[in-house]
């Protein structure tokens, strides 16, 4: 299904009623590193204090009401070519493709963003089958298999580890993927 109005921005204190109704949901957390926000103060303490300085967060919007997030952590030092991403959203919108296409336009904004990126990867636990296939959909490459590689909401998981590249963008645009 085209969901057609997908949008990123950045967060705004505004989005607090919205925002709740996904972070939330322990569906949506139970795969990211995020505590599920359990108060409207929490919330706005949350957008206000980690979503609006976050160096590269956005709000993936439906119709400009937020329904989820995309973020991307840049490496540091000798690392700095390097970047992850993660993302999610409502329970509600899952299976109509708009996190694929979140995605897709993040990596494009990413990359304009930051010209000396060079790498920019994502982990997926090994359960994790729709954030691989977001992933396989916006054109990452599937590396590999971490096994036992971190904690996550206090259990050791093997995670699956994707990449894409500055130069995969041509292929990608010219294979219409992005
Ligand atoms: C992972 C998540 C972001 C996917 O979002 P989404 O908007 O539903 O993703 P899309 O609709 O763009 O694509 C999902 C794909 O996964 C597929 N999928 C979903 N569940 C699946 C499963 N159990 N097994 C195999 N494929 C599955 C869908 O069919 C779809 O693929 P298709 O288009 O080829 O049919 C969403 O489920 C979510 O927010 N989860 C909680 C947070 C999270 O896990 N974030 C990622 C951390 S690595």
Not at 55 to 66: A, M, N, Q, T
Not at 108 to 116: G, I, Q, R, S, W
Not at 162 to 177: C, G, H, M, N
């Amino acid at each position: 299904m085209d969901s057609g109005t997908v949008t990123l921005r950045p967060f705004r204190v505004s989005d607090v009623d919205d925002f709740i109704l996904w972070a939330g949901d322990d569906q949506v957390t139970r795969n990211i590193r995020w505590k599920t926000i359990t108060s409207k103060e929490e919330a706005l303490t949350f957008i206000k204090e980690v979503c609006i300085p976050h160096p590269w967060r956005r709000s993936i919007c439906i119709d400009d009401r937020s329904i989820g997030f995309v973020s991307v952590y840049r490496w540091s030092g000798n690392e700095i070519c390097k970047a992850d991403i993660a993302y999610g959203i409502a329970a509600k919108y899952w299976g109509q493709g708009i996190t694929t296409k979140a995605v897709k336009m993040a990596v494009l904004e990413v990359f304009k963003d930051f010209p000396d990126l060079v790498r920019l990867q994502a982990f997926a636990a090994v359960e994790n089958k729709a954030s691989q296939r977001v992933l396989e959909k916006a054109g990452f490459t599937k590396e590999g298999l971490l096994r036992k590689y971190t904690f996550l909401k206090g259990q050791l998981k093997d995670l699956v580890i994707y990449s894409f590249l500055s130069t995969d963008i041509t292929v990608a645009v010219d294979d219409k993927l992005l």
